[in-house]
C-alpha cells in the first residue's frame, strides 16, 4: 500500500523559512514524479511545485518560484520542499502526491495527510 | 496559464439522481485533464485520468468525458456518500492548474 507522510508544518514569522518532507513507502519512489499541493483553508486546491523521477526536472508555479525549492532524496524515499522568504499568502495545508508518472507532472494519486503552515506574526 | 472553470458552483440533488459538472479550459489541452474528490476534512481523491478514465477501484457510477477545452464529469446515480467538493485540473501545460471546484450536497 501507497503511504505518503508529510512533517515539518508549523506556526512561523513572516519572512521566515521552513522545511517540509513526505515520507514515502510502498512503491519505488525513483520511478515517480512527485508533487507538492496545497489548500488554504476553506479555498480550492493549488499545485504548488513538482520534481521528476530522478530530481533532474523541476516545476514550480508562479506564485512560489524563487522562494520554494523541491527536492528529493531517493535513497531515503522522502521528498521536501523547503520554503523561505515565507508570506501570509503561503498558510495552507500542503499535500505531497504521488504523480502518475515519471517525468512531467500528470495527476496526483494517492495524497499525503497534508501538514499545515501558517505564516503568521 | 491555463485557466480552468467550473459550473456549476454549487449544485443540490436527490439520491439517486444524474448529476453533470463541466470543466471548461481557456485553451485547448486535448485530453490532459483530471478530475477529484473531496470530501469534506478529507484529503482530495482521483476519479478519472485522461479525461475519461475511471482510476482502479473508483465505482463505475463516476464518469468522465470531453477534449479540447471542455469537459464532463457525471454521477450517473447520486449516492450519499458522494457527498464532496469536485476539482478539475489540467497538466497539459505547467503550471498545472485546478478548477475552483464544485460542491455538491444532497438535497
Known amino acids: 500500500e501507497v503511504q505518503l507522510v508529510e512533517s515539518g508544518g508549523g506556526l512561523v514569522q513572516p519572512g521566515g523559512s521552513l522545511r517540509l518532507s513526505c515520507a514515502a513507502s510502498g512503491f519505488t519512489f525513483s520511478n515517480y514524479a512527485m508533487s507538492w499541493v496545497r489548500q488554504a483553508p476553506g479555498k480550492g486546491l493549488e499545485w504548488v511545485s513538482s520534481i521528476s523521477g530522478r530530481g533532474t526536472s523541476t516545476y514550480y508555479s508562479d506564485s512560489v518560484k524563487g522562494r520554494l525549492t523541491i527536492s528529493r532524496d531517493n535513497s531515503q524515499n522522502t521528498l521536501y520542499l523547503q520554503m523561505n522568504s515565507l508570506r501570509a499568502e503561503d498558510s495552507a495545508v500542503y499535500y505531497c502526491a504521488k504523480d502518475g508518472s515519471y517525468g512531467p507532472p500528470r495527476w496526483f494519486d494517492p495524497w499525503g495527510q497534508g501538514t499545515l503552515v501558517s505564516v503568521s506574526s | ?107
Open chain 2, 1 to 107: 496559464d491555463i485557466q480552468m472553470t467550473q459550473s456549476p458552483s454549487s449544485l443540490s440533488a436527490s439520491v439517486g439522481d444524474r448529476v453533470t459538472i463541466t470543466c471548461q479550459a481557456s485553451q485547448d489541452i486535448s485530453n490532459s485533464l483530471n478530475w477529484y474528490q473531496q470530501k469534506p476534512g478529507k484529503v482530495p481523491k482521483l476519479l478519472i485520468y485522461d479525461a475519461s478514465n475511471l482510476q482502479t477501484g473508483v465505482p463505475s457510477r463516476f464518469a468522465g468525458s470531453g477534449s479540447g477545452t471542455h469537459f464532463t464529469f457525471t454521477i450517473s446515480s447520486l449516492q450519499p456518500e458522494d457527498i464532496a467538493t469536485y476539482y478539475c485540473q489540467q497538466y497539459y501545460n505547467p503550471p498545472i492548474t485546478f478548477g475552483p471546484g464544485t460542491k455538491v450536497d444532497i438535497k
